[in-house]
């Protein structure tokens, strides 16, 4: 069982930064692959990025790319998400997920995530 608690969450302008955290409780961290989603108002649930448990490999939506970077810290169990350049359309609540599947690829897929936070609210105001 692991728990996932986001943080970093608020109200940003338009081209700020945030940097979202993920704390996972229990001793298996590293050997999960972490991703993270988003869901806006009235859309679907959204793959934002993702780290393989090993950390050798992260996958990005092309709408972030070269602008979030995805980490992860297993001495403190912990995944990142740094935002740079915010825009508006990136308003959303923003959630992580675990991955128990040892993929050596970084998952896109939200159904091969097994556990996932309550979330935290990104707004980019314009």
């Known amino acids: 069982q692991v728990q996932l608690v986001e943080s970093g969450g608020g109200l940003v302008q338009a081209g700020g930064s945030l940097r979202l955290s993920c704390a996972a409780s229990?001793?298996?961290?590293?050997?999960?692959?972490m991703g993270w989603f988003r869901q806006a108002p009235g859309k679907e649930r959204e793959f934002v990025a993702a780290i393989s448990w090993r950390g050798g490999a992260t996958a990005y939506a092309d709408d972030v790319k070269g602008r979030f970077t995805v980490s992860r810290d297993n001495a403190k169990n912990t995944v990142y998400m740094q935002m740079n350049s915010l825009k508006p359309e990136d308003t959303a609540v923003y959630y992580c997920?675990?991955?128990?599947?040892?993929?050596?690829?970084?998952?896109?897929?939200?159904?091969?995530?097994?556990?996932w936070g309550q979330g935290t609210q990104v707004t980019v105001s314009s």
């Open positions: 229990g001793r298996t961290f590293s050997s999960y692959g």
């Open positions: 997920a675990a991955d128990g599947g040892f993929r050596r690829w970084a998952s896109t897929f939200a159904p091969n995530y097994d556990y």
